[in-house]
C-alpha cells in the first residue's frame, strides 16, 4: 500500500510568514509523529500523536508551532511568523498502534522549508 | 541529560569489506535499540530493532550487537556495496519502555568500488 506522504515537498517563504504542513500517514497507524532535521544534524523530536491526541508536545519549540489531527488521519503541522532558523527538512513518521513503542516508524519524504 | 553519540565523521571503505557503525549513549537504559538508514532527499527507512536482553540481531549482510554495560551498540554490514552508501542513523527509546524515540546525528559511510 501506500506509504507516508508530505506535502509540499519544498516549501521557500519569506520571514514572518505563516506556512502549513501536511502529513498523510499509512493507513491505520494511529500514531504520528512530527520531527525536524537540520543540516548535518539528528532528527529532533517536535511532537507526537495518538489518534488525534498530543500526549507530547515537549519537542515544539515555541509557541510559533502547532500541530492538529484529525479523524485519526491527516496531521498538520503549522509554523507562525516563520523565521531562518526555522529553515529545516521537517519530517513526519507513523507507525501501527503499540504503545511499548518497539515497532519501526514509517518516515515521509519530507517537507524542505526555507526562510527567506 | 539523555545523550546519543554516533560518529560524526564520515567512514570510507573498499567494497567487499565489513562496515562497523557506532552508537554510543549516556544517561539514561533504552529498552531497545533501532538503527535506520537514510539516503538524500529521503526519509529514514527502518533497518533493524535490537532489544535489551539481546546481544546480537542479524538480517542478511546486517549485524546489530547492543552492549547495556558498556551503552553501546555496533552495526555491522557484511561484504558492503556501493549501494549501502548512505547515512545510518541509530534511534532509542528516550525513557524504558516509552513510545518516544532519541536519535542520533547519523554515520555517513561510503563504499569505494
Known amino acids: 500500500g501506500a506509504g507516508v506522504s508530505q506535502s509540499p515537498s519544498n516549501k521557500v517563504t519569506e520571514k514572518g510568514k505563516d506556512v502549513e504542513l501536511r502529513c498523510d500517514p499509512i493507513s491505520g497507524h494511529t500514531a504520528l509523529y512530527w520531527y525536524r532535521q537540520s543540516l548535518g544534524q539528528g532528527l529532533e523530536f517536535l511532537i507526537y500523536f495518538q489518534g488525534n491526541s498530543a500526549p507530547d508536545k515537549s519537542g515544539l519549540p515555541s509557541d510559533r508551532f502547532s500541530a492538529e489531527r484529525t479523524g485519526g488521519s491527516v496531521s498538520t503541522l503549522t509554523i507562525q511568523r516563520t523565521q531562518q532558523e526555522d529553515s529545516a527538512v521537517y519530517l513526519c513518521?507513523?507507525?501501527?498502534?503499540?504503545?511499548?513503542?518497539?515497532?519501526?516508524?514509517?518516515f515521509g519524504p519530507g517537507t524542505r522549508l526555507t526562510v527567506l | 541529560s539523555q545523550k546519543i553519540e554516533q560518529n560524526s565523521e564520515a567512514l570510507n571503505i573498499q567494497e567487499g569489506k565489513t562496515a562497523t557503525l557506532t552508537c554510543n549513549y549516556t544517561n539514561y537504559s533504552p529498552a531497545y535499540l533501532q538503527w535506520y538508514r537514510q539516503d538524500p532527499g529521503r526519509g529514514p527507512v527502518f533497518l533493524l530493532l535490537i532489544r535489551e536482553n539481546e546481544k546480537e540481531k542479524r538480517k542478511e549482510r546486517l549485524k546489530v550487537t547492543f552492549d547495556t554495560t558498556l551503552k553501546q551498540s555496533l552495526f555491522h554490514i557484511t561484504a558492503s556495496q556501493p549501494a549501502d552508501s548512505a547515512t545510518y542513523l541509530c534511534a532509542l527509546d528516550s525513557t524504558s519502555g516509552t513510545y518516544k524515540y532519541i536519535f542520533g546525528t547519523g554515520t555517513r559511510l561510503k563504499v569505494l568500488a
Open positions: 513518521a507513523s507507525r501501527p498502534r503499540d504503545l511499548r513503542g518497539y515497532n519501526e516508524q514509517f
